[in-house]
């Protein structure tokens, strides 16, 4: 009965990849493939042509919900921040509305003028993907 067993342990053992069972024999655990998964979001917003908008919409989000901190912790309101940015309040209810996308660079360098603080702007190159090696045949 005993042989049995470790005759169904070797052949499991046999069955799994090259890079698992050398993982197992460095004493560390097998990783587990989760069938489920698939591609990334990004990689999904990309093949659709959404990436960009979605990203957008996200730095745009970011950058309102700091603008409302900021104002709220110097105590600064709407019609006090149309004020210092030279502007109207409507202008401002643009500016700290998410959804609105037409908000030019001026504008936002004048609200960070307005709050005292400095708006950076970043161009970073994308990490390349790793390439993999090819399958030794």
Do not use: C, H, Y
Not at 10 to 30: D, L, Q, S
Not at 82 to 87: D, G
């Amino acid at each position: 009965m005993a042989s049995a067993i470790k005759g169904k342990r070797m052949a499991n053992e046999a069955a799994k990849p090259a890079r698992v069972r050398a993982r197992a024999a460095r004493g560390r655990p097998a990783r587990k493939v989760n069938p489920r998964s698939g591609p990334t979001l990004e990689s999904f917003l990309r093949e659709e042509g959404l990436f960009e908008e979605a990203a957008a919409r996200a730095i745009k989000e970011v950058l309102v919900l700091q603008i409302e901190a900021s104002m709220a912790r110097e105590g600064i309101t709407k019609a006090e921040m149309a004020r210092r940015m030279a502007t109207s309040r409507a202008a401002v209810d643009r500016l700290l509305d998410p959804g609105n996308p037409s908000i030019t660079l001026a504008t936002l360098f004048r609200a960070a003028s307005a709050l005292g603080a400095e708006l950076r702007i970043e161009l970073a190159e994308r990490p390349r993907a790793r390439r993999r090696k090819p399958a030794r045949g």
